[in-house]
Each structure stands twice: as structure tokens, then as C-alpha cells.
């Protein structure tokens, strides 16, 4: 299949493009590097020993895009453009809203035009807000508390209204959790530009000497050890999610929800141990507030991914830090 990421260039969408060219479909990449860096491109062709088709551009820019997709012979989209700082986006909620929500309508728009109709998108559990009871399904109800988790809702809401409008359209909302590790190659990983806000990012730092301790936000949660706890799906894992995702699709028009999780949560201190062991450096951290917003623990139920998508997890914490360190490792050299 001819497959059109975008967002390609940024942590998902490297391991998902280069688990997707590594499966035999032509991959074209469509991102703006807002948030990435042209370089992951060599090493996704190094490490798959293929080619890689990019284009540079906004999502919002719908010309272009309609080109793109036209010239590139494109028959399905994996939609990861969009900003994803989750405080970041209650300080610019337009900015996010005009990336996210108008990004989206825009590549929708110039899919119509040269008539795809196959798309997989990249939604998040923090659609679903407080939780009601846990693990989230996906019937758990969807309220989430700032802008970033409300452009990923309507979205998804956008996307259903098309659906319905045009029996034709086979769409997924891909619902991740905590996305984190690295390739096993230890040559791509997750490099954010800037400051980093989430927790294997800023350990990361940590070891590589840019940050001088880890801050854990509240240690005085209901919780065994009192840290926040969450559902950490390994990147690669979701990777496989996504082209599990475009082959279901084939045949399943409508618009499907899916969420791609483990069904496990594990801790900040879990996480802290689990990488100090991988990489037999103790990090330094200390106990600060709880950071505003954060949910004291939440997981996924994955299984009707696994029912449907054939699909779940398949690598344990223990593969997320060794990968992570490898990658954390190299990155240093370079
Ligand atoms: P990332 O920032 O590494 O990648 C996103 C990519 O999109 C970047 O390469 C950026 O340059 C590009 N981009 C942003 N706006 C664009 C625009 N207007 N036009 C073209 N390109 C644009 O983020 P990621 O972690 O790889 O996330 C990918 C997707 O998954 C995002 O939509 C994000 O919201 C979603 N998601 C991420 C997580 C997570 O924790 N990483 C969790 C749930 C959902
Ligand atoms: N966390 C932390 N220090 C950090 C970053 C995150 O203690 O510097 C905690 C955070 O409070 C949460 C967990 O790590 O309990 C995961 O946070 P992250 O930002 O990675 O993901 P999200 O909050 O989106 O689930």
C-alpha cells in the first residue's frame, strides 16, 4: 500500500514508518519539522534499507498536501501531525486549535479532493478525562480537561460525522497511552525540540547531564507508592498497532475507536527503578507538588484491539528502558 504519514518525521511516526516500510508499503512522509528533525529520515532509510518519500509542509496548507497525495499515489493516511503538550496547550488553546482541529479538517478536505478514504488517527486517552471507573474501554465516557485532549475529541467527532455523512470512509481513532521506549536499533528514539514535559524524555536528561535531577510530581497519591500511575506501551508495540489498524480497516468501513494500551500501570518509581537497572546509573530525583491536572493512575482495557485488530502488546517494561537507554546513549554521542 501506498501510505501517507503525517507527522512522520516525530517519535511515533519514525517507528511507525519504519515498521510500515520494513512490511513492504511505500512510505511518504508530509511534516512541517516543527517539532522534529530532518536527520531521522537517513536513519529510518538506514535502518530499513529503503527508501523514504518526504515532502515539507503544514498540514494546513491543503494545496500542497492535495498535491502530495495525488503525485505520491497515496491510498491510506496516518494523521500524528498536531502539537501534543498537554500545558502548553491551556497557555495558546488557539494555536493548538488551529494545528490540531483545523490541521485535521484541512487533510480531510484534500483527501475528498483526490477521493482516499482509508485514514488511521492519532487519538489519546486523555479524551476520556476523570476517570468513572478503570480500566478505560472504550465506552468509558469522554471528558477531558484541557484543550489538547478536547482537539483530539473533535476530531474524533469530526471524523464520525464524516463517516456518517459517507458510508465509504474506513477510519480509525487510535486512543494511545503512554507511548514510550525506542527502536531496538538504539538510532531513532523520542527527541523532542525544547524543553521536555514527559517523564522518559526528562530522565533522559537526566543521564545526559542536561538536567541536574528528576522532579516526581507528588508522592502522595492513593497509590502503592504514592506516585502517579500509568499505562506505558512500548513505541514499537504501537507502531504494530497502527499497521494492524490499516489492515482491519480494509473491509471495515465506519469509524472505530480503538484504545492501544497494555492494561497494566506501573509507577513513576516502577519506571525510575525499571531504567536505573538498564542502565545501571542511579538517577537523582527529588519529591515535588503534584504537577495541576495529572490523574493519580489510569490504563487502558485493550481488549477490543486484541479481538479486533488481532493485536497487543508484546514487550515489557524491562525492553522499554533497555531501548530507551540504548537510544539515550547514542543520542549522547551525537
Ligand atoms: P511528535 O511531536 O514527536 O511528532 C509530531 C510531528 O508532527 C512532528 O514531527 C511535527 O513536526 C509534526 N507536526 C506538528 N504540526 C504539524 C503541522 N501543522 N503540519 C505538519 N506537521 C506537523 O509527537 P508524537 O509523540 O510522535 O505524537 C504523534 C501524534 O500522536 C500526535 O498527534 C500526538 O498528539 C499523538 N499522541 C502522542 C502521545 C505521546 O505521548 N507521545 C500520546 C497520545 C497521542
Ligand atoms: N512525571 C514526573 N516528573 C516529570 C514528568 C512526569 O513525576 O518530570 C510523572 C507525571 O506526574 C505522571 C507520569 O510521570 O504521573 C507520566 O507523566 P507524562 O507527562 O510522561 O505523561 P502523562 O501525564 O501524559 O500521562
Known amino acids: 500500500m501506498n501510505i501517507l504519514l503525517t507527522g512522520g518525521m516525530g517519535y511515533i511516526g519514525s517507528h511507525t514508518a519504519l515498521l510500515l516500510a520494513n512490511a513492504g508499503h511505500q512510505v511518504h512522509i508530509y511534516d512541517n519539522l516543527c517539532n522534529s528533525n530532518i536527520g531521522t529520515l537517513d536513519r529510518v532509510q538506514k535502518i530499513c534499507s529503503k527508501s523514504i518519500g518526504f515532502s515539507e509542509g503544514d498540514v494546513r496548507d491543503t494545496e500542497k498536501l492535495t498535491k502530495v497525495l495525488r503525485d505520491a499515489k497515496i491510498e491510506a493516511v496516518i494523521h500524528l501531525a498536531g502539537l501534543k503538550a498537554v500545558g502548553e496547550s491551556s497557555q495558546k488553546p488557539i494555536e493548538y486549535y488551529a494545528n490540531n482541529v483545523q490541521g485535521s479538517i484541512s487533510l480531510i478536505q484534500a483527501m475528498q479532493m483526490v477521493g482516499i478514504k482509508t485514514l488511521v488517527f492519532s487519538s489519546s486517552a486523555t479524551v476520556y478525562g476523570d476517570p468513572v471507573y478503570l480500566p478505560y474501554d472504550e465506552d468509558h465516557p469522554t471528558s477531558p480537561t484541557n484543550p489538547y485532549g478536547r482537539n483530539k475529541l473533535q476530531v474524533e467527532e469530526i471524523l464520525r460525522d464524516l463517516s456518517v455523512s459517507d458510508k465509504e470512509w474506513q477510519i480509525a481513532c487510535l486512543r494511545y497511552f503512554n507511548p514510550v521506549g525506542a527502536h531496538e536499533?538504539?538510532?531513532i528514539g523520542e527527541d523532542p525540540n525544547g524543553i521536555?514535559?514527559?517523564?522518559?524524555?526528562?530522565?533522559g536528561q537526566v543521564v545526559n547531564g542536561k538536567l541536574p535531577l528528576l522532579n516526581?510530581?507528588?508522592?502522595?497519591?492513593?497509590?502503592p507508592d504514592g506516585t502517579g500511575k500509568r499505562d506505558y506501551i512500548h513505541v514499537m508495540d504501537l507502531a504494530e498497532g497502527h499497521l494492524a489498524a490499516l489492515i482491519w480497516l480494509q473491509g471495515n468501513p465506519g469509524c472505530h475507536t480503538f484504545n492501544?494500551?497494555?492494561?497494566?500501570?506501573?509507577?513513576?518509581?516502577?519506571?525510575?527503578?525499571?531504567?536505573?537497572?538498564?542502565?545501571?546509573?542511579?538517577i537523582p530525583y527529588q519529591i515535588v507538588e503534584r504537577r495541576p491536572g495529572d490523574l493519580p493512575e489510569y490504563y487502558a482495557k485493550a481488549d477490543k484491539a486484541e479481538k479486533f485488530l488481532g493485536w497487543k502488546t508484546k514487550r515489557k517494561l524491562s525492553d522499554i528502558c533497555n531501548s530507551s537507554w540504548l537510544w539515550i546513549k547514542n543520542s549522547r554521542k551525537s
Open 185 to 187: 536499533s538504539g538510532l
Open 196 to 203: 521536555p514535559n514527559n517523564l522518559m524524555p526528562v530522565i
Open 216 to 223: 516526581i510530581f507528588g508522592d502522595d497519591y492513593d497509590t
Open 260 to 282: 492501544l494500551g497494555s492494561g497494566d500501570s506501573y509507577s513513576v518509581l516502577d519506571l525510575l527503578h525499571h531504567f536505573e537497572k538498564a542502565s545501571g546509573q542511579k
